[in-house]
């Protein structure tokens, strides 16, 4: 199984409303990623989980929480959302290094999130 | 910041080889060279790395200069479905977490 499964696909929410955006793996591993895509843009790196526990915040605004409760699961919790926030968000996995070396990164399909 | 430079944009006829070149003059020693693809609306797509020597597999093969400042994707037999923007990673997987990051990457049209 090399599956990167995101829920919701497509989530459309208001300025006031909270949501999460949830990220499954079961390939065993232990590094897992957050990447907000606009339009015609490249992926941006937003955040980085290590063993469960958050190893890079690229100075990603508060209204973005991310969490990893478990070695398979990552969440984004998202409050107070702007409409410029509206965008692809992809979730990632991969072996981390202490494994090998050399690890390719598996991406899921991502949520197209909608801000009104 | 990314340490890539690629061509926005690149045609290709379908059934010939499409060879997307890469420039990463600053790599250093402990630097893969990674290549993926995202075809319109689904997420990245890993499709091959290497270090030094070039590489092969089912999908491509890369090509690596010997000064490593530069390398080239070679897609053997492009098909429409391979219409897709390519990305050129350089990533050193030691020391902290990864950190995969993504420049702007070519846009490949395979054309009937």
């Known amino acids: 199984d090399t599956e990167v499964t995101q829920t919701p696909k497509h989530l459309v929410m208001g300025m006031t409303n909270k949501k999460s955006l949830k990220c499954e793996q079961h390939?065993?591993?232990?590094?897992m990623y957050w990447y907000k895509q606009k339009a015609k843009k490249p992926p941006e790196l937003m955040f980085v989980y290590s063993y469960e526990k958050l190893s890079i915040n690229e100075s990603v605004p508060s209204r973005f929480s991310p969490e990893c409760p478990n070695s398979s699961l990552l969440n984004l919790h998202l409050h107070a959302l702007q409409p410029e926030d509206s965008a692809l968000y992809l979730c990632?996995?991969?072996?981390?290094?202490?494994?090998?070396?050399?690890?390719?990164?598996?991406f899921g399909q991502g949520t197209r999130l909608t801000v009104v | 910041d990314a340490k890539t430079t690629q061509p926005p944009s690149m045609d290709c006829a379908e059934g010939r080889a499409a060879n997307l070149p890469c420039n990463h003059s600053?790599?250093?020693?402990?630097?893969?060279v990674y290549w993926y693809r995202q075809i319109h609306s689904q997420g990245p797509q890993y499709i091959i790395h290497?270090?030094?020597n070039n590489e092969t597999n089912e999908m491509a093969s890369l090509i690596i200069t010997e000064d490593r400042k530069s390398s080239t994707l070679i897609l053997p037999h492009a098909t429409l479905r391979d219409t897709a923007v390519y990305y050129c990673?350089?990533?050193?997987?030691?020391?902290?977490?990864?950190?995969?990051?993504f420049g702007k990457g070519t846009k490949l049209t395979v054309n009937p």
């Open positions: 600053t790599i250093s020693g402990n630097e893969y």
């Open positions: 990673i350089v990533r050193d997987p030691q020391g902290g977490s990864e950190k995969l990051v």
């Open positions: 290497g270090l030094k």
């Open positions: 390939m065993g591993h232990r590094a």
């Open positions: 990632a996995s991969s072996q981390n290094r202490v494994y090998r070396y050399d690890t390719e990164a598996f």
